[in-house]
């Protein structure tokens, strides 16, 4: 670095509470900026369908080759040999043969329980319907966490929010629906008695839409690699303990997709299922607890924002031993948390269950736990019970799209103090879909050519943006808004020393820099 540095106008200010954040601001600022639109929006959009946009793109692509990066290609050291662990990728169909749902479980269990509203025939997901008791006054309905949607009506009726006590809607008996005011109407008794809802989308293979070829689109990534299991093992170097990790598209058919990208009907989800032997499982379970938790961290995420959130044993689902989920504290769920990845233990259930219903084996032979206990002198039974098993699965599951709308929601930040930009988008350097700006000052003067040459070179190695339009404050403002953490600026005093401005995003600091140096100024900036 050539010349003296600006003083920074102000230091980086810690960050905001997701509590403080207006999703409504976040999503009109998504739209505004080209990172999410609504699917299909010219058609007047379709519920629960999201596109993303050039820089929604650019952000979602970050994520998942970090993910890829650190499941597949540079995998966490285990703990006792401190070799890295050994994990394949894998991209399997979205369509497979519909016995795989039947035998995973997915087409008898795979349901929410619903409602149906009589009045406004709109539908709810039943768990996540909250009520209000204010005893000898009402009940009054609404989506959970969201009792500012019922406001008007508590006035009306002159009762306060914590005049009463709140639960959830299956915790009522089938005889109080009647009093029950669901949330999109005035009048009581309104709710239908829940029902099930199986989640998959199904469709036809082949040309008639009939029972035989009728198939599902797959509700998670993980089944995919259940089904590839013997195929990596006989085709790969891998022996248990191995990983197989895919990244992909998940439909679910949600009974009320909401919370923009959170919950949606399209989704795409990060998944790695982790074979073990079935002692060494707990101690995998820890393992991948952990790593994941110090992942997120990775992304830029506050550590104030995270938090694990062990299941309770009434809610595993029908597979899991043990699950934990990683949360996250998004503006709609604060105080509280949401999930944003779970963490199962999901025992030999699914390989059991292929072996059962298609008749492969699945089992594992472990010939490294036969010969220790051939030399601990132990008898063939021993032998065969220690080396002969179906592998235990600890299953880290995540949400791309999901991750996104956590990175959006963290770097979302308004800055009502600042000239030309109400909001800036604070992402961590290497997740920025605009890594830099690349501008001449004034568009004459010898200073866009020296501009666009630096700009030339820099798009070689980095998403960078050259912008030579509008003034200099419009520029930077845009910058902020779509989260670009660097611009470089020629101007009149390039010419003569061969130096640049760079403007760091969140505090604004300025400092000049030799144009040879701007490079490595990126890449060091991008690596950390
Ligand atoms: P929930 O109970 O909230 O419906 P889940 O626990 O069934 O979700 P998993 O099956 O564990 O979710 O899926 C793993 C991950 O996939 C979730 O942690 C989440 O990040 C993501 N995910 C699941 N469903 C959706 C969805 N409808 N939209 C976006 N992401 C989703």
């Given amino acids: ?18 509590a403080t954040k207006s999703m409504d601001e ?39 080759d970090h993910w890829w990066k650190h499941s597949v290609e540079c995998p966490p050291l285990d703990p006792d040999t401190g070799e890295p662990v050994s994990i394949v990728g894998l991209d399997s169909s979205i369509i497979q043969n519909p016995r ?31 009520v209000l008791v204010v005893e000898g006054r009402g009940k009054w309905a609404f989506m959970e966490n969201q009792p500012d949607t019922i406001a008007k009506k508590l006035k009306k009726a002159g009762v306060a929010l914590d005049d009463g006590e709140r639960k959830l809607l299956p915790d009522f008996d089938l005889s109080e629906f009647a009093s029950i005011i669901a949330p999109d109407t005035d009048k009581p008794g309104t709710f239908t008695e829940p029902r099930e809802f199986n989640l998959m989308f199904s469709t036809y293979v082949g040309a008639l839409a009939t029972e035989d070829n009728k198939a599902y689109l797959r509700p998670e990534t993980a089944q995919g690699i259940f089904l590839n299991y013997k195929n ?16 992909g598209k ?12 959170f919950r949606s009907r399209e989704f795409e989800q990060m998944e790695m299922e982790w074979f073990c032997a079935p002692e060494d499982s707990p101690k995998w379970y820890e393992f991948w607890k952990q790593e994941r938790m110090d992942w997120w961290k990775t992304l830029g995420i506050a550590e ?106 963290e770097a979302f930040t308004p800055t009502p103090d600042r000239k030309g930009s109400a909001y800036i988008m604070s992402f ?36 960078v943006e050259y912008d030579a339009k509008q003034s200099i404050g419009k520029r930077y403002a845009r910058m902020d808004e779509i989260g670009t953490p660097f611009c470089f600026t020629v101007d009149g005093d390039t010419l003569d020393d061969q130096t640049v401005t760079v403007r760091e995003r969140d505090t604004l600091a300025q400092e000049r820099i030799h144009v040879d140096q701007v490079e490595a100024y990126l890449d060091a900036k991008l690596a950390e």
């Fill in 428 to 463: 961590k350097p290497k997740f920025a879909p605009v890594k830099a700006g690349v501008f001449p000052l004034v568009n004459k003067d010898g200073m866009p050519e020296v501009a666009r040459k630096l700009y030339l070179s820099l798009r070689e190695k980095h998403a």
């Fill in 1 to 18: 670095m050539t010349a003296a540095s600006t003083p920074a106008p102000g230091s980086v200010a810690p960050p905001l509470d997701p």
């Fill in 250 to 261: 998940s439909f679910r058919n949600e009974v009320t997709p909401r919370n923009f990208i």
């Fill in 26 to 64: 976040l999503v009109a600022l998504c739209k505004r900026r080209g990172f999410v639109y609504p699917a299909s929006e010219i058609y007047g959009g379709l519920n629960g369908f999201w596109d993303y946009g050039p820089l929604g793109t650019a952000l979602k692509n970050a994520i998942r």
């Fill in 304 to 409: 104030a924002n995270l938090r694990f959130r062990d299941h309770d044993d009434d809610e595993l689902a029908h597979y899991s031993r043990m699950c934990v989920d990683v949360e996250y504290k998004y503006p709609f769920t604060a105080p509280g948390f949401g999930e944003l990845e779970g963490v199962a233990h999901r025992g030999c259930f699914d390989l059991t269950q292929h072996q059962e219903h298609s008749k492969t084996k699945m089992e594992y032979f472990d010939q490294e736990r036969q010969l220790a206990a051939k030399a601990e002198g132990k008898s063939k039974e021993e032998i065969d019970a220690v080396s002969k098993y179906i592998p235990n699965v600890i299953e880290p599951a995540s949400g791309l799209t999901r991750a996104v709308l956590v990175l959006l929601c």
């Fill in 100 to 130: 795989t749902w039947e035998a995973s479980g997915h087409v008898g269990g795979f349901s929410d329980p619903m409602v149906d509203c009589t009045e406004t025939k709109k539908r709810y997901r039943a768990d996540q319907v909250e």
């Fill in 232 to 247: 990596v093992l006989d085709t790969m170097r891998v022996k248990v303990p191995f990983g197989i990790a895919q990244i």
